[in-house]
């Protein structure tokens, strides 16, 4: 791939925006390779590590990627927007945990990418803002995953002003879920990893999944997805194997 690196080793991916010399912003074929990338990991990946090359997470988009778009046709731009949502709907319903290390300024689309991970853990000197409004345009796109994480109320005054604002404020609102010194953060993000390792594979992939589906149910639908997902859950290899573990005091089959 021209602007992402992919590395898999085992249970774990890393895909690393591989752009440096423009802080990882997007154009066409970084929005075209993420979405391959997360669509296509090893059946074996059970985490991704999602981050940016160098001391910058991803700064929105790229320049002259904005400079193309600035004559396309309103045909042409939702063609554009909407290979975009896709993918970031490609890493939100990701099947596997997806752990952003967050390790420097993420605007625009790279506070979008922040809010799709399933876990952040970012450096305390990080960078947010939903920028698009001092551009005359606005956060359309990412809203539909950003909003979920952080809220209407946060998102009346971040998507109007601009603003952008720091790593306290982005955990105090939920975008991220936690904040480190940069010397800690491969750390964190490696305990994060052994977290979710420590867990179930399909167990993270149907989690994951009822948090998705939940999202567009009434309460009465809910209940009875909840319900029928736990009995299915329950009798199936895996739950067996946890429950036999967690009774016999060793660990299961799937363990770190």
Known sequence: METIKVEANGPVARVTLSRPEVKNAFNEVVIAELREAFTTLPDAVRVVVLTGAGDVFCAGADVNWMKKSKGYTEEQNAADARAMSMMFRA??????????????V???GGTGLTAVCDIAVSVD???FGFTEARLGIVPAVISTYVLPKIGEAMARRYFLTGERFGAMDAIAMGLVHEVVKAETLDARVEEMV????ACGPAAVAT?????HDERSMTRDQRIDY?????????VTPEAQEGLGAFLEKRKPSWGP
Request: with cysteine; hydrophobic share 45%; net charge positive.
């Open 194 to 197: 052994k977290a979710v390792l």
């Open 125 to 127: 000197t990080a960078q």
């Open 226 to 234: 909840t319900v029928g997902t736990i009995a299915r859950v329950r």
């Open 207 to 211: 989690a994951k999944k009822l948090l």
């Open 91 to 104: 890493i939100d319903e990701c099947p596997k945990a997806v752990v952003g290390r967050i390790n420097g």
């Open 106 to 108: 993420a605007l625009g």
